[in-house]
């Protein structure tokens, strides 16, 4: 089974500052997808960025990047100018694509993110 | 706005009484997924639909927990003789297509007295 971890529970930073949020994973499976999801409070899930595995080229979006590191089973995030609306949990996700079967997302227990003023 | 919509958005129940929530996926997507969700903690798969058709559901959903997707619209999943244990967020996701990623609504939260 596949096991996803975020060593960080909580991570603060003054706004416009560079953070980098950390997930490892655990797998067999040699084609996979990651994800990083936001939960901001009291509002839900939204997609921030995918990686999938067959790619070396790591994943960007605006100021968000990944560093992916398939040998090592490293997935990280790094929010570049950082600004308050990135204020939430931030969960780290695999899945194991499949034909038929359930695509399930695994998550890691997330970290909190504070931006600060 | 995710498109994924989840009714209600709020549940207090006391414990040992049935519970309902519903969820209405994007209409062209024919996968649904749901999740729970504890305090502090990521989401667990629950159970996964194609179409009107449940293919898999996780231990953690014991036989106290049922879900239906009747035509391949909304689901609904319905929790009976609630415990205080299944206080939780249940989230539902459904992805456009394939290996796309899966898109969330806004949970559903219960509470158990």
């Known amino acids: 089974a596949q096991t996803v971890t975020q060593s960080q529970p909580e991570m603060s930073v003054q706004e416009a500052e560079t953070v980098t949020l950390s997930c490892t994973y655990d797998?067999?499976?040699?084609?996979?997808?990651l994800f990083w999801y936001k939960q901001p409070p009291s509002r839900q899930m939204i997609l921030v960025i995918r990686?999938?595995?067959?790619?070396?080229q790591n994943a960007t979006e605006n100021r968000f990047s990944v560093n992916f590191q398939k040998a090592a089973k490293s997935f990280s995030l790094k929010i570049s100018d950082s600004q308050l609306g990135d204020t939430a949990m931030y969960f780290c996700?695999?899945?194991?694509?499949?034909?038929?079967?359930?695509?399930?997302?695994?998550f890691g227990q997330g970290t909190r993110l504070t931006i600060n003023p | 706005d995710t498109g994924v919509s989840q009714d209600p958005r709020h549940k207090i129940t006391k414990r040992g009484q049935n519970v309902t929530f519903r969820c209405d996926p994007i209409?062209?997507?024919?996968?649904l997924y749901w999740y729970r969700q504890t305090l502090g903690q990521g989401p667990e798969f629950l159970t996964y639909?194609?179409?009107?058709?449940?293919?898999?559901k996780s231990r953690l959903l014991s036989d106290r927990f049922s879900a239906e997707r009747p035509k391949g619209s909304f689901s609904t999943l319905e929790i009976q003789r609630t415990e205080q244990g299944d206080s939780a967020m249940y989230l539902c996701?459904?992805?456009?297509?394939?290996?796309?990623?899966?898109?969330f609504g806004p949970g559903t939260r219960l509470t158990v007295l």
């Open positions: 639909f194609q179409n009107e058709a449940q293919l898999e």
């Open positions: 996700a695999f899945m194991k694509p499949s034909l038929q079967g359930a695509q399930k997302l695994v």
């Open positions: 990686q999938e595995a067959y790619k070396q």
């Open positions: 797998t067999s499976e040699s084609n996979y997808y």
């Open positions: 996701a459904s992805p456009p297509r394939g290996n796309t990623p899966q898109f």
């Open positions: 209409s062209e997507h024919n996968r």
